[in-house]
């Protein structure tokens, strides 16, 4: 058969195109007659009158073809084991995880121990500083008797200050393991690198030590964040019978909340402050002296022989169901809830936080003068709003309590004040709704005659409330007042008890969250928002998580179509009628007169039509 030529064979050179070509430093080791004449190192681009198809060359080509397959191979299986060895170090780091798990439950019982025995050990000092016969309060029976001598007190002391450096440096640990759960894998064992075969190999799984010298050591700047405080010493108030059943404001009211925010990542997303105590002289700026050392553990005798305090059916101590005492723990909870809400409103209104929330209890905002109410210690919001106007820090502070309870406490704060607007939306009933306060006609007193605004719903039992009632007086009253007072900074006392699983009322987490957006448009966005009541875990821990995600700048874009169609009860629009009626001669009410039995929907319509 005569030979065939080059062009035929070219003809036929779809045989060729699977195969890889040699790459530049294979292709140097050919004779320069072999070598293609073009940079890019494609035999097949080369035009066929200048390609050598000699057997020998494609023996030599196939050869190079063989040895480069064979260098994949290699690769394949290294890094194959490079995989295996990011499985196993994956495995430690999980277990890593898991053993610091459990030394968080273990530190968490260290801590329990400590702030008890702690609490304990405080207390019995105080007893024997203060009653030259050392005798314990008839009140703190739970206490053993051989706790009162000066040498088991100096004992129980020293024990809980060590556990108390235990725990410090166990929340150190803790603090690490959520660094060391938010590292990605990837970002903890690197990536594979072409050039560098052994940088995985060689890396070793990181341990506690390495996560902390990762970790930035500078706290990133609080100023345009939003400031949350939740302290777990908060949740050791509570009545020796320890019932939740019995008492609705329990610790699980603050736990299911946090749970909450941390499962849905929204507790990350904020500046998350250290709690304090206020001091007596900020407890004082709205309580009497006798009044703080009675609840702030500033004398025991002051408890002890306060016939106000008598014994529970339940088997605790306390004033009523509602305002029960633990003199372990009660002081101190009530001491830092006040503190935290000063502390972070002081912080907004510094500008040092964009706005906050005050995750605490025991609640605050019917707590008077001289007189403990319902749960509520020491006036948390009202605290915090004399700081500010007394300290300079803010000219104007707005107050608006939508808790289903009147505010008493803050009513009787800041009735003769013109510097704080003090805003109540609540259930009154014609008087018969505790604390039986808030009518309409208590406009305020001297100076701070208007500045104090009741809107007092009745008709409970007849008629349904829930968002059209609460939209309707925030777009007739509390939105249009709050503009023309112009506030520095607005402070909400909120109770969500106006929610589905409460007295009647059904206000959803949504409306809560929208009149938040539509309040953080004033005062430059200077807003703190404070926890009072709410006792249905369920509907509690959405409307809190709502709040904050509109503090955090999700805008609340949509309502329930019933919100928005449906007009206010008759009872509803006499009550906000009547506030108008009493406020139009301190306030411009004109354009929203005629809106009042509206719906949201019509309300907008009809504004449209007029304009």
Same mark, same amino acid.
């Given at each position: 058969?005569?030979?065939?030529?080059?062009?035929?064979?070219?003809?036929?050179?779809?045989?060729?195109?699977?195969?890889?070509?040699?790459?530049?430093?294979?292709?140097?080791?050919?004779?320069?007659?072999?070598?293609?004449?073009?940079?890019?190192?494609?035999?097949?681009?080369?035009?066929?009158?200048?390609?050598?198809?000699?057997?020998?060359?494609?023996?030599?080509?196939?050869?190079?073809?063989?040895?480069?397959?064979?260098?994949?191979?290699? +690769?394949?299986?290294?890094?194959?084991?490079?995989?295996?060895?990011?499985?196993?170090?994956?495995?430690?780091?999980?277990?890593?995880?898991?053993?610091?798990?459990?030394? +968080?439950?273990?530190?968490?019982?260290?801590?329990?121990?400590?702030?008890?025995?702690?609490?304990?050990?405080?207390?019995?000092?105080?007893?024997?500083?203060?009653?030259?016969?050392?005798?314990?309060?008839?009140?703190?029976?739970? !206490?053993?008797?051989?706790?009162?001598?000066?040498?088991?007190?100096?004992?129980?002391?020293?024990?809980?200050?060590?556990?108390?450096?235990?725990?410090?440096?166990?929340?150190?640990?803790?603090?690490?393991?959520?660094?060391?759960?938010?590292?990605?894998?990837?970002?903890?064992?690197?990536?594979?690198?072409?050039?560098?075969?052994?940088?995985?190999?060689?890396?070793?799984?990181?341990?506690?030590?390495?996560?902390?010298? +990762?970790?930035?050591?500078?706290?990133?700047?609080?100023?345009?964040?939003?400031?949350?405080?939740?302290?777990?010493?908060?949740?050791?108030?509570?009545?020796?019978?320890?019932?939740?059943?019995?008492?609705?404001?329990?610790?699980?009211?603050?736990?299911?909340?946090?749970?909450?925010?941390?499962?849905?990542?929204?507790?990350?997303?904020?500046?998350?402050?250290?709690?304090?105590? @206020?001091?007596?002289?900020?407890?004082?700026?709205?309580?009497?002296?006798?009044?703080?050392?009675?609840?702030?553990?500033?004398?025991?005798?002051?408890?002890?022989?306060?016939?106000?305090? !008598?014994?529970?059916?339940?088997?605790?101590?306390?004033?009523?169901?509602?305002?029960?005492?633990?003199?372990?723990?009660?002081?101190?909870?009530?001491?830092?809830?006040?503190?935290?809400?000063?502390?972070?409103?002081?912080?907004?209104?510094?500008?040092?936080?964009?706005?906050?929330?005050?995750?605490?209890?025991?609640?605050?905002?019917?707590?008077?003068?001289?007189?403990?109410?319902?749960?509520?210690?020491?006036?948390? !919001?009202?605290?915090?709003?004399?700081?500010?106007?007394?300290?300079?820090?803010?000219?104007?502070?707005?107050?608006?309590?939508?808790?289903?309870?009147?505010?008493?406490?803050?009513?009787?704060?800041?009735?003769?004040?013109?510097?704080?607007?003090?805003?109540?939306?609540?259930?009154?009933?014609?008087?018969?709704?505790?604390?039986?306060?808030?009518?309409?006609?208590?406009?305020? @007193?001297?100076?701070?005659?208007?500045?104090?605004?009741?809107?007092?719903?009745?008709?409970?039992?007849?008629?349904?409330?829930?968002?059209?009632?609460?939209?309707?007086?925030?777009?007739?009253?509390?939105?249009?007042?709050? +503009?023309?007072?112009?506030?520095?900074?607005?402070?909400?006392?909120?109770?969500?008890?106006?929610?589905?699983?409460?007295?009647?009322?059904?206000?959803?987490?949504?409306?809560?969250?929208?009149?938040?957006?539509?309040?953080?448009?004033?005062?430059?966005?200077?807003?703190?928002?404070?926890?009072?009541?709410?006792?249905?875990?369920?509907?509690?821990?959405?409307?809190?998580?709502?709040?904050?995600?509109?503090?955090?700048?999700?805008?609340?874009?949509?309502?329930?179509?019933?919100?928005?169609?449906?007009?206010?009860?008759?009872?509803? !629009?006499?009550?906000?009628?009547?506030?108008?009626?009493?406020?139009?001669?301190?306030?411009?009410?004109?354009?929203?007169?005629?809106?009042?039995?509206?719906?949201?929907?019509?309300?907008?319509?009809?504004?449209?039509?007029?304009?």
């Amino acid at each position: 058969m005569a030979e065939r030529s080059k062009q035929d064979i070219w003809r036929n050179h779809d045989i060729w195109k699977g195969l890889r070509m040699p790459e530049p430093n294979v292709l140097s080791s050919f004779s320069p007659s072999t070598r293609p004449l073009f940079p890019n190192g494609s035999m097949l681009n080369t035009p066929p009158e200048r390609l050598d198809l000699s057997s020998k060359n494609i023996l030599e080509y196939a050869q190079s073809q063989l040895i480069q397959m064979q260098q994949l191979s290699q +690769e394949q299986e290294e890094i194959k084991e490079q995989q295996k060895l990011l499985m196993q170090q994956q495995e430690r780091i999980l277990k890593e995880q898991d053993a610091l798990r459990q030394r +968080e439950v273990f530190i968490r019982k260290i801590f329990y121990d400590a702030s008890a025995n702690m609490a304990v050990a405080d207390h019995m000092v105080s007893a024997m500083i203060n009653q030259s016969s050392h005798v314990i309060s008839p009140m703190s029976m739970s !206490v053993p008797d051989f706790y009162s001598s000066t040498k088991h007190a100096e004992m129980l002391l020293k024990k809980a200050h060590e556990q108390q450096l235990a725990v410090n440096q166990a929340e150190q640990l803790l603090l690490l393991q959520r660094s060391a759960g938010n590292l990605k894998l990837n970002s903890a064992f690197g990536h594979y690198n072409p050039g560098n075969r052994n940088s995985i190999s060689s890396q070793s799984a990181p341990n506690v030590q390495s996560l902390a010298s +990762e970790m930035v050591t500078d706290p990133p700047p609080l100023s345009g964040r939003t400031g949350i405080i939740y302290d777990s010493i908060m949740l050791k108030h509570i009545c020796t019978c320890s019932n939740p059943v019995v008492h609705k404001e329990s610790p699980g009211r603050l736990s299911s909340i946090w749970a909450r925010l941390t499962e849905t990542g929204v507790a990350n997303r904020c500046a998350r402050l250290k709690s304090r105590k @206020a001091t007596n002289e900020e407890l004082e700026l709205i309580h009497s002296p006798e009044h703080v050392c009675k609840y702030g553990g500033g004398r025991n005798k002051a408890v002890d022989d306060d016939k106000d305090f !008598v014994k529970l059916k339940c088997g605790g101590i306390g004033k009523d169901d509602q305002t029960v005492w633990n003199d372990l723990t009660s002081a101190q909870a009530a001491r830092i809830a006040a503190g935290s809400v000063l502390e972070l409103a002081t912080k907004v209104a510094m500008g040092e936080l964009k706005n906050a929330f005050a995750l605490v209890r025991p609640p605050g905002h019917m707590a008077e003068h001289n007189e403990a109410k319902v749960g509520c210690y020491f006036n948390n !919001v009202a605290i915090a709003a004399k700081y500010l106007t007394t300290q300079k820090l803010s000219n104007r502070v707005l107050i608006v309590d939508w808790d289903l309870e009147h505010g008493n406490g803050l009513q009787q704060a800041f009735y003769n004040d013109p510097n704080v607007l003090v805003i109540n939306i609540h259930r009154y009933d014609n008087g018969t709704y505790f604390p039986r306060t808030g009518h309409a006609s208590c406009d305020g @007193a001297g100076e701070g005659k208007g500045f104090n605004i009741n809107i007092p719903f009745s008709g409970s039992g007849q008629a349904e409330y829930g968002d059209p009632e609460y939209l309707a007086a925030f777009r007739c009253v509390i939105k249009p007042v709050a +503009e023309q007072f112009c506030p520095d900074i607005v402070l909400i006392a909120a109770g969500y008890n106006a929610m589905s699983g409460h007295d009647s009322y059904n206000v959803t987490a949504e409306c809560f969250a929208f009149m938040t957006q539509e309040l953080g448009r004033l005062a430059e966005g200077r807003i703190m928002i404070a926890l009072e009541g709410g006792y249905n875990l369920v509907s509690l821990s959405q409307a809190c998580e709502m709040c904050i995600r509109s503090l955090l700048g999700e805008q609340i874009t949509h309502l329930p179509a019933k919100s928005l169609k449906c007009a206010p009860n008759s009872f509803a !629009v006499k009550a906000i009628e009547e506030c108008i009626t009493i406020h139009r001669k301190y306030y411009q009410f004109v354009p929203y007169l005629n809106h009042i039995s509206l719906s949201v929907y019509d309300a907008v319509k009809r504004d449209q039509e007029e304009l």
